[in-house]
């Protein structure tokens, strides 16, 4: 499902606009980006999912295109964590 589906598929489930949906998902992406680029907060969307910062460190690994070894630098990312099963 791309955006643009999941957009309708809350619309048509909900009675909203599709633009009213659409500026929800937008609020919404700005608002998780500012609070984990601040590095200390977690997010969580209750039944949904949690994003995090997480810190990886640096690594040994493989050039796959020439087998070359190299190295991956420390880096921090965003941990996104489901919070229901299928």
Known sequence: ?????????????THLSQATVESFL?????????????????VKIPGLCSFA???????????PATGE??????KRVIKAKSLFDL
């Open 69 to 74: 070894p190299m190295v991956v630098p420390a």
């Open 26 to 42: 937008v609020s919404l992406e700005k608002t998780v980006t500012a609070e984990v680029r601040k590095g200390d907060g977690v």
């Open 53 to 63: 910062v997480q810190d990886r460190a640096e690594r040994n690994a493989r050039n």
């Open 1 to 13: 499902m791309n955006k643009a589906q999941l957009i309708k598929a809350i619309a048509t489930d």
